[in-house]
Each structure stands twice: as C-alpha cells, then as structure tokens.
C-alpha cells in the first residue's frame, strides 16, 4: 500500500524559503509520476509542481515557476519541493501524491495523497 507523508512545512515571511519532503513507501516508484497540490485558505485544490519518477522531467504551475523547484532522491524514496522567494499568497496546505503513469507528468486525477503540510507565509 502506497503512503506518502509530506514534512517541512512552517511559517516564513515573505521573500523566505522552506524545503518541504515527501517519503514516499510501499512500492517502487519507477512508473509513477509524483506531485505536489496546494489548497490556499477558502480555495479550491491546485497542481503546484510534478516529476516523472523515472525520466525527472519536470512540469510546473505558472504561478510558481523561477521559484519552486521539484526533485527526488530514488535512494530515500522521498521527493522534494525547493520554495524560493516566497509570497503572502503562497500560504496553503501542500500535499504530496501520485500516480502511475507510461508517459508525462499529469496535473489531474492523481490516486495516492500524504495528509498535507502547513505552509504561512507572513507580509
């Protein structure tokens, strides 16, 4: 059974960073493509950032592209989301997921989710 359990998040000020993790365990995720969702307060769920396991082609929202930065270490089973230059409206909960895929890295329609970490930015 596939577990994803994100870590890292915190409070920051604007212009900070934080570096949240995802341990992924269960399986081998050679044919999975990873993500990272973050759901802002009185806000609807979105795709931030995605990894393709085995190719680490990347994909990113335009909102946070130049300032987050995906990867994974396949040793640790664990992906990583780099948050740079941080802004008030980057406050959410980030979740970490994934799914299985042949090609590509979606930004939908994802089956495994962590539980979420916190990320406040303060103005």
């Known amino acids: 059974q596939v577990q994803l359990v994100e870590s890292g998040g915190g409070l920051v000020q604007a212009g900070g960073s934080l570096r949240l993790s995802c341990a992924a365990s269960?399986?081998?995720?050679?044919?999975?493509?990873m993500g990272w969702f973050r759901q802002p307060p009185g806000k609807l769920r979105e795709f931030v950032a995605g990894?393709?396991?085995?190719?680490?082609?990347?994909r990113y929202a335009d909102s946070v592209k130049g300032r987050f930065t995906i990867s994974r270490d396949n040793a640790e089973n664990t992906v990583y989301l780099q948050l740079n230059s941080l802004k008030f409206e980057d406050t959410a909960v980030y979740y970490c997921a994934g799914v299985r895929v042949i090609v590509g890295i979606p930004s939908t329609n994802y089956d495994y989710w962590g539980q979420g970490t916190q990320v406040t930015v303060s103005s």
């Open positions: 269960g399986r081998t995720f050679s044919n999975f493509a």
């Open positions: 990894i393709n396991w085995s190719t680490q082609n990347t």
